[in-house]
């Protein structure tokens, strides 16, 4: 049992969480005057927070194996619960996530390269591992997909191989969601073909009104009038996933989760510990300096979570529901839980999440 001595505590502001005994701990690590708990597990870490005028949070690190060991096995226990896929979807969940796929044949390693989930970090070392000069120029990490892709033939050798060691890159989906809209449709510092493609779709499908090019879009293509996030979600919910944007399209459309074998679930939350460990495992740290992955790590622009509780508390509680469930296989299958987080954006109402359904949501 551990004792106080092995605690790491801080404080964080009060936050109103939904709690839930452990008696077992109380006389080791709980002063005696807290009465209610909330426990969270994380990727890295155990967390356990007491309600009280402040949080107290104790953190216990996981060994990066012991994590992407755990990850796989969440990922394989969910995928033993799906139904049977037919044919022609399985054929298509096949192609889309051979497109996703990056091969490092030298260490045989394959990696599932996910938009908004570490995919620039990536791509940016890849380019100087094969010095594409190409892409180095233009700084279109993105392109080194298709420099990498493997042929239909190649892939399912590969997702057969006890050889391979084959990644998948995750984060945490509302995340992930709210990462794309900023950079992808809110941030008109630059042109973004997603902003181009749909802002125009979300005006008329959620405010029912077709602009005029000169009335949406400045000379330079850049928007004059960006939707709002609640305008950009409701537009989702009454959108079959299967044809979102790769940037906010569920991972579980996008990389055959139940099909293609992976042996390493990557959160965005511990990508680099979790990339440095997979590096060595395969010895690609002795053909390239891992460092040069986070010269290009795209870093988030505020408190996360202070912008997600921001962001989704701007939903009715119906549409927060309906797109918590679009990505529910997302949540369960690589390993996370949105109860804590909903709970905080929704504190007055229960968000089901887990619920059936989601046929409505296209009505």
């Not at 495992?281 to 002795?286: A, E, K, Y």
């Not at 988030?300 to 529910?328: F, H």
Request: aromatic residues 12%; positive net charge; proline residues 5%.
């Amino acid at each position: 049992m551990l004792g106080l001595g092995d605690i790491n505590w801080r404080t964080q502001p009060h936050v109103q969480l939904a709690s839930s005994p452990l008696s077992r701990f109380r006389s080791t690590l709980v002063p005696p005057e807290f009465s209610r708990w909330w426990l969270a597990p994380r990727s890295t870490y155990t967390s356990w927070q007491l309600e009280c005028n402040c949080v107290w949070t104790y953190t216990m690190h996981v060994p990066p194996k012991k994590r992407l060991n755990e990850r796989v096995a969440v990922l394989r226990e969910g995928c033993g619960r799906e139904e049977e896929t037919s044919r022609i979807r399985a054929e298509t969940l096949d192609e889309t996530a051979m497109a996703r796929t990056e091969v490092v044949t030298e260490v045989r390693l394959s990696v599932c390269v996910v938009f908004k989930a570490g995919s620039t970090a990536w791509n940016f070392l890849m380019a100087h591992l094969y010095n594409n000069t190409a892409i180095l120029e233009s700084r279109e990490w993105y392109k080194m997909m298709n420099v990498l892709k493997p042929d239909w033939e190649r892939y399912r050798q590969i997702t057969a191989s006890s050889k391979y060691t084959r990644v998948l890159m995750a984060r945490e989906p509302l995340e992930r969601l709210l990462s794309a809209y900023r950079d992808r449709i809110q941030d008109q510092t630059h042109y973004s073909h997603q902003a181009s493609h749909y802002a125009p779709l979300i005006f008329h499908s959620v405010r029912g009104i077709r602009y005029s090019w000169r009335d949406l879009f400045h000379a330079n293509g850049t928007l004059k009038m960006v939707p709002t996030f609640p305008d950009f979600v409701r537009y989702l919910v009454r959108t079959v996933p299967e044809t979102y944007d790769p940037h906010w399209r569920p991972i579980h459309l996008l990389c055959a989760v139940c099909r293609a074998n992976y042996t390493a679930v990557v959160h965005t939350e511990t990508f680099q510990e979790d990339m440095h460990y997979i590096m060595k495992r395969t010895d690609l740290n002795t053909k390239i300096d891992e460092k040069l992955m986070y010269t290009e790590n795209n870093k988030g622009r505020g408190n996360t979570q202070d912008l997600l509780v921001a962001y989704y508390s701007m939903l009715e509680p119906l549409v927060l529901e309906q797109i918590a469930r679009v990505y529910k296989k997302d949540f369960i299958l690589l390993g996370y839980d949105p109860t804590s987080l909903l709970n905080l954006i929704s504190p007055n109402i229960t968000i089901d999440w887990r619920g059936e359904g989601l046929w409505y949501l296209y009505s």
